[in-house]
């Protein structure tokens, strides 16, 4: 049983940083696919940022030179490092995992992301 689990999301003001983790357990392969959705009320679900298993990255054009997406020694573990955080960030954010051989698609249970004066 694959599970993902998130971390980091909070209350921020306008112009402030948050860091989101994200590990994944119960899979014996790395992901081939591994990132970050966000969902904000009233809207569609969206990409922030993806990296694949060969480290090419994936932004959405609103947050590209604000977020940067990485992974971490342990495997399946993705951080987002989200910087100049703006109101139109608040969303739920999501991490996403892809594992490789078409052994599925996974999807954490979300985390709070809150930009405001």
């Known amino acids: 049983q694959v599970q993902l689990v998130e971390s980091g999301g909070g209350l921020v003001q306008p112009g402030g940083s948050l860091r989101l983790s994200c590990g994944a357990s119960?899979?014996?392969?790395?992901?081939?696919?591994m990132g970050w959705y966000r969902q904000a009320p009233g809207k569609q679900r969206e990409l922030v940022a993806t990296?694949?298993?060969?480290?090419?990255?994936d932004y959405a054009d609103s947050v590209k030179g604000r977020f940067t997406v990485s992974s971490g020694n342990e495997k399946n573990m993705v951080y987002l490092q989200m910087n100049n955080l703006k109101p139109e960030d608040t969303a739920v954010y999501y991490c996403?995992?892809?594992?490789?051989?078409?052994?599925?698609?996974?999807w954490g249970q979300g985390t709070q992301v809150t930009v405001s004066s």
């Open positions: 119960g899979s014996p392969f790395s992901f081939k696919i």
């Open positions: 996403y995992l892809d594992l490789p051989l078409e052994l599925g698609e996974y």
């Open positions: 990296l694949t298993t060969g480290g090419a990255t």
